[in-house]
């Protein structure tokens, strides 16, 4: 076997730290957890464990977010054809992973029982948190919003699937806090009735200055996954790119709603702080889109992709060489070239309308 190259050893020496991390936070939870400790158990420095993650939240957060992408399937399940069963399932799904008063104290059900104290510690991680929810909401009220009937009035359907969310993130601290209280079984059911509600969704478009330039460059981008289908990304054919920083997630809703229907628009998360707040993103965009895979057809999945910039590689192709928690650039790509432009707030709106 052939000597590793620095990225494959970079690579081991994460997924090694990720285990070690893992098993430790088990042990002995997150507050009591050390980093030297974490460095022993995956055999490397504690230098090596700080050139992979900038400190134990971090590492807590990138633990969470591989479980996420890892999380098994419900047995035995069938996809909902229509809003009311699709959000019974994805409450199923969603409950499965769930601490039970039965579970042990530190078993892994109940690893993410810091992660909204931690969320709540610092302003940044805040304010990003607040737009990942918002971007859950807007995958979540997509996939609603596609098993309507095709007849008859058609609702937006994101700030039913905000009040689902919130529902589901609720039950998922009670079952932390008080275990036992949380009857699994009545969540569902509230989860199914939400369909019924008519909650205000108009949609009010917001006029812009921003507008978008015509531009005429090649399009290279790097290959990518796709959060939420799980599978490589489609970023081949003509679409809308909005590159978006964690504190401008919601903006992307605007590129779908300006556009025409069918455009396919791809959201590329960066951050500033990435290797805090990258973890993170995966965490949040993870757990609804494993229960929306679960609970919808993939006919009804929103045409929306997600990705996370790992190295700015993708948002570096869109044009952006230094983004940040703030940045809002898109892009119209046709005919596999790069033909529009617009960068600051309303750039999702200047160039999805321009797509007609």
């Not at 000597?3 to 042990?27: C, K």
């Not at 957060?61 to 229509?82: I, K, N, S």
């Not at 993170?280 to 910039?309: G, K, T």
Request: with cysteine; aromatic share 4%; net charge neutral.
């Amino acid at each position: 076997m052939g000597r590793l190259t620095r990225g494959q050893i970079q690579e081991r020496n994460r997924a090694r730290v990720l285990a070690a991390a893992q098993a430790e936070f088990l042990e002995r939870g997150f507050r009591d957890a050390k980093v030297d400790a974490i460095a022993e158990r995956a055999d490397l420095t504690r230098g090596a464990v700080y050139s992979n993650f900038s400190g134990k939240r971090a590492l807590y957060f990138g633990v969470l977010a591989d479980l996420a992408e890892r999380a098994p399937a419900l047995p035995h399940h069938q996809p909902g054809l229509t809003p009311a069963e699709s959000l019974g399932t994805l409450a199923r799904a969603w409950l499965a992973r769930l601490p039970l008063a039965t579970d042990e104290p530190l078993g892994s059900s109940r690893l993410g029982i810091d992660l909204i104290t931690e969320v709540l510690s610092d302003e940044r991680i805040r304010s990003a948190w607040a737009q990942l929810m918002s971007l859950d909401a807007i995958l979540l009220g997509l996939a609603l919003e596609r098993l309507q009937p095709a007849r008859g009035r058609r609702r937006r359907l994101v700030p039913l699937a905000e009040m689902a969310l919130t529902l589901l993130h609720g039950s998922g601290q009670m079952a932390a806090a008080a275990p036992g209280f949380v009857d699994e079984f009545n969540v569902v059911i509230a989860c199914r009735h939400l369909a019924d509600l008519d909650l205000d969704g108009g949609w009010l478009e917001v006029p812009f200055l921003t507008k978008s330039s015509p531009v005429d460059r090649t399009w290279t981008p790097p290959p990518a996954l796709d959060l939420v289908t799980a599978e490589p990304a489609d970023l081949g054919s003509d679409q809308v790119v909005a590159v978006l920083g964690l504190n401008r997630l919601s903006a992307v809703e605007e590129a779908v709603r300006s556009g025409p229907d069918g455009l396919q628009v791809t959201c590329v998360a960066v951050s500033g702080e990435p290797r805090e707040l990258r973890p993170l993103a995966r965490l949040a965009v993870a757990e609804v889109c494993h229960c929306i895979r679960q609970a919808f057809p993939r006919r009804a999945w929103p045409l929306l992709q997600v990705i996370s910039d790992e190295r700015g590689a993708l948002a570096a192709a869109a044009g952006v060489t230094a983004p940040g928690n703030d940045t809002e650039v898109a892009v119209r790509i046709t005919g596999g070239r790069v033909a529009a432009f617009a960068e600051g707030r309303g750039a999702c709106h200047a160039i999805a309308s321009s797509a007609g």
